[in-house]
């Protein structure tokens, strides 16, 4: 007995096709051997006729053979297709899952740079304001510093005077300071009616202790020896009087 030349686990199960192929060869080959031949020239009665096997020639047979297996490689061709046709579905499928799945992970990557750039560009944004705040400080801190020498007095006293409505420019109050002082803050006048009455002028602006009270600007010193202090008050007693220390050109 021949033995089993197919390999146990690798047998392809039979199709829908293959099977349907395989029945009509069996049928085929059955009604074959069935038929018998008889001679030409034999006579039969009725039911003799009706009772024989209808008789096939050795050509008839074959071609029945050969249609069966024609219809048996078609069967197999058609399976082969419908598998091919399967494999290449798949292979689609694949690929389309593939494409999904690369577009998926670029767009990631891409949301993910773009919150990088962004969270970088707040953090550049932070920092300049930072730096920006930093020097804006340092400017403020320089713009309150002066000098300690009468350009520096000056200067001081005219930003207070402008924050507190005070009119004088700077050429208006170093002409009254050299005129009454010649800019020595502690400048005393011994002679005049003043200092015969007991207040005699102080400061640069030679200024009576009353009308330094009368018209001291707060956030300056309470002494007449301080030059801020001083001019301060003297520029606010003589806009009351003359409108600016700019309109004072003699003693006042």
């Known amino acids: 007995m021949p033995k089993n030349s197919t390999t146990p686990g690798h047998s392809r199960a039979l199709t829908k096709r293959h099977k349907i192929a395989i029945a009509g060869v069996a049928t085929l080959g059955a009604a074959a051997v069935a038929f018998t031949a008889v001679p030409g020239n034999a006579q039969t009665t009725t039911s003799e006729a009706a009772a024989a096997p209808a008789a096939y020639s050795s050509e008839q047979l074959k071609g029945l053979r050969a249609s069966?297996?024609?219809q048996l490689a078609e069967a197999s061709l058609q399976g082969k297709a419908a598998e091919a046709k399967e494999k290449a579905a798949?292979?689609?499928?694949?690929?389309?899952?593939?494409?999904?799945?690369?577009?998926?992970?670029?767009?990631?990557k891409a949301a993910e740079a773009a919150a990088a750039k962004k969270a970088a560009a707040e953090r550049k944004a932070k920092e300049a304001a930072s730096r920006s705040?930093?020097?804006?400080?340092?400017?403020?801190?320089?713009?309150?510093?002066y000098s300690n020498n009468l350009d520096g007095w000056i200067k001081e006293s005219l930003d207070i005077m402008k924050s507190k409505g005070i009119?004088?420019?700077?050429?208006?109050?170093?002409?009254?300071?050299?005129?009454e002082s010649s800019g020595n803050p502690n400048a005393i006048n011994g002679w005049d009616v003043n200092a015969i009455n007991g207040t005699p002028s102080i400061g640069l602006l030679q200024v009576i202790k009353p009308t330094f009270n009368a018209y001291h600007v707060a956030g300056t010193a309470w002494s007449?020896?301080?030059?801020?202090?001083?001019?301060?008050?003297?520029?606010n007693y003589a806009a009351d009087k003359y409108g600016s220390i700019d309109n004072v050109n003699g003693a006042y």
Do not use: F
């Open 68 to 70: 069966a297996s024609e």
């Open 224 to 235: 007449q020896y301080d030059p801020v202090a001083n001019i301060t008050a003297a520029a």
């Open 133 to 145: 705040a930093q020097r804006t400080k340092v400017k403020a801190v320089a713009a309150k510093t």
């Open 167 to 179: 009119p004088g420019t700077y050429n208006g109050l170093y002409r009254n300071i050299m005129r």
């Open 90 to 108: 798949a292979a689609a499928r694949a690929k389309a899952d593939a494409k999904a799945k690369a577009e998926a992970a670029a767009k990631k």
